[in-house]
């Protein structure tokens, strides 16, 4: 995404008026953009690291390589390795087709099934506070 922005700024800046200030400025809002990191405590990078690694696990018991399941799902080997890596920078749709290429798609639906918390919560019917009256022009 970023070469694809960085080509486009680049017809902009050509088709507008070549000026190497704008460039320079949209070049490091662009690089702002790509720094962004994805902050997870750390319960939550080892279930990352967990998903990954039953993945990987899965793949091998199917004897496929990876450069068989990277082609399957449209994706390169490097994004693979991320994937069973755990990476929290690979998208959630990248996950879903190796799932896919794995024949373990439905797993996914299993992903917040049993919600445990939000069923106690509504069983304990917790009131939520009302909004207060809207303000007419009179007041």
Known sequence: MYLILTQNIKKYIVNVQYNEQNYVYLCKILNVMARRKNVLLPKSKRILLELGENIRL???RRKLS??????????????????????????????????????????????????????????AKIKTQRRAPKRTNNE
């Open 66 to 123: 990876t450069e068989q399941v990277a082609e399957r799902a449209n994706m390169s080997r490097t994004t693979l390795y991320a994937i069973e890596k755990g990476s929290p920078t690979v998208s959630i749709g990248s996950y879903f087709s190796v799932l896919q290429v794995l024949g373990l798609e439905k797993d996914f639906l299993l992903l917040a099934k049993d919600d445990v918390l939000g069923r106690k919560l509504q069983d």
């Open 58 to 60: 899965a793949r091998l």
